[in-house]
């Protein structure tokens, strides 16, 4: 029987990390109604700053094979050069395991620029892994085309070896320079028009601004969120609507930061429902209150009724849901309840959901097929290569607008910002401005 000691290092850090996996299930499970919240709240991030760092350290031992280990043979590798690009490479790497902790010890007002180096690191770690994973898998499958009798002669062999790393640095740093300079960029305003059935004449034409995906954190502050408040001002929407992800931090930290939302002013109002990062920061209730304060209503799975501004007698109904990762976390009083979310609401008048997870608009329908608009987020469409592909097939809705049956729609925003990676590589950040139609 193979001990510990004996396993290879992938293997070991496999296993740290289904521990401390196990060790998540056990504190949500048993420890989450005898620790206090605040110390709930940094096990929690804890837990999965460390669960996040042990899969990395899976990578990064390929990592460090790929680009340092295989040139340890050449003769340049005792030259000054190699020895510079040995510590290049471990700060790189050290770099992308730290930027899960700046979100525990570096958020304020404004990011830190520690937070966005490690964050840009993380985000060409992906890229990296991707590529070098690619690139193995043609060599291999070359390989086994040629013939696995052919042999290559030993030149031939270490230059393709040696290839391989080179090209996807290569290919690594001009992606992240483009992802970086994307991100960069103002939001696009996406104006759409939607149809919704039983909406009343005299509320055609009703703007309606969706927002999502901010994530203030690490590497989203102040000016950022300043500029999105800037350029909504600007659309002069009739509603203003959050769905979900606007932080990553407790509000009591990052509450500078969230100044410029007292200055959304919409006729109609302004509207917040949770996403699942609201619930990784275990801070609900004091966000509720912080929003409150700037006259942003959050629904929390309830409805309010939107009258047109014409006739007291034209409405329609406005309702949110809690994210679904409430229920997956255990977050007491808080899960997503469409019953509850939708009482007083009937196929009478429009309905129009808010809700986070692409998932959640499915489940959703399922149960009431009656709904006319789902707004959702979630996806960042996917915000950069290579994610762009696993946000595709793990969500029924992808972004834009989708049509359901005959009378419903959905539409997923791509994300008004980025998640902690400074990056867009196949996405754009979007404020979108949705026109409703009375058909």
């Known amino acids: 029987m193979i001990s510990f000691k004996q396993l290879p290092l992938e293997a070991k850090a496999a296993v740290a990390a289904g521990v401390v996996f196990f060790s998540m299930m056990l504190s949500r499970s048993y420890l989450a109604e005898q620790l206090e919240l605040r110390t709930r709240r940094w096990l929690l991030r804890l837990q999965m700053a460390l669960f996040a760092n042990a899969l990395m350290l899976i990578g990064s031992l390929h990592v460090w094979r790929s680009t340092v280990t295989t040139f340890s043979r050449s003769p340049a590798a005792s030259s000054f050069c190699f020895k510079l690009w040995k510590i290049a490479v471990f700060m790189f790497l050290a770099l992308a395991h730290s930027s899960f902790f700046t979100m525990l010890f570096l958020v304020a007002e404004e990011p830190y620029f520690f937070s966005l180096a490690a964050y840009t690191c993380l985000g060409a770690y992906i890229i990296l892994i991707f590529f070098l994973f690619t690139l193995g898998s043609v060599e291999q499958a070359y390989r086994f085309l040629a013939g696995r009798g052919a042999k290559a002669s030993t030149g031939s062999k270490n230059s393709r070896t040696a290839m391989k790393p080179v090209l996807a640095v290569m290919l690594t740093v001009v992606l992240t320079i483009v992802g970086l300079l994307n991100a960069s ?28 995906d901010i994530h203030l954190g690490p590497t989203v502050g102040k000016t950022k969120l300043a500029m999105i408040v800037s350029m909504v001002k600007a659309l002069k929407p009739d509603i203003t609507v959050i769905v979900g992800d606007l932080t990553d931090s407790e509000a009591e930290i990052i509450r500078p930061a969230v100044e ?8 109609l109002g302004t509207y917040f429902v949770t996403g699942n990062h609201e619930y990784y920061t275990s801070d609900v209730s004091n966000w509720f209150e912080l929003l409150k304060s700037f006259n942003i209503q959050p629904l929390h799975n309830e409805n309010v009724k939107i009258v047109s501004p014409k006739s007291t007698e034209d409405w329609f109904c406005l309702a949110g849901v809690d994210d679904i990762e409430a229920d997956v976390l255990r977050y007491s009083g808080h899960g997503m309840n469409l019953k509850k979310a939708l009482r007083g609401c009937s196929s009478e008048h429009a309905i129009v959901l808010l809700a986070h997870q ?16 789902i707004l959702s987020g979630h996806t960042h469409g996917g915000q950069m290569f290579p994610l762009n592909a696993g946000a595709y097939f793990l969500n029924p809705f992808f ?35 949705i026109i409703l139609r009375s058909p």
């Open 185 to 212: 960029r103002p939001p696009t305003i996406n104006s759409v028009e939607i149809p919704v059935h039983k909406l009343p004449l005299s509320m055609n034409n009703l703007k309606v601004v969706l927002l999502s």
């Open 260 to 267: 410029p939302l007292g200055e959304l002013s919409s006729p």
């Open 358 to 373: 692409p998932i959640a608009a499915k489940w959703a329908l399922q149960e009431r097929p009656d709904i006319n608009l």
């Open 399 to 433: 972004v834009g607008l989708y049509k359901v049956g005959q009378n419903t729609f959905v539409y997923v925003s791509p994300g008004t910002m980025y998640f902690g990676i400074p990056m867009r590589l196949g996405s754009r950040a979007e404020i979108t401005e």
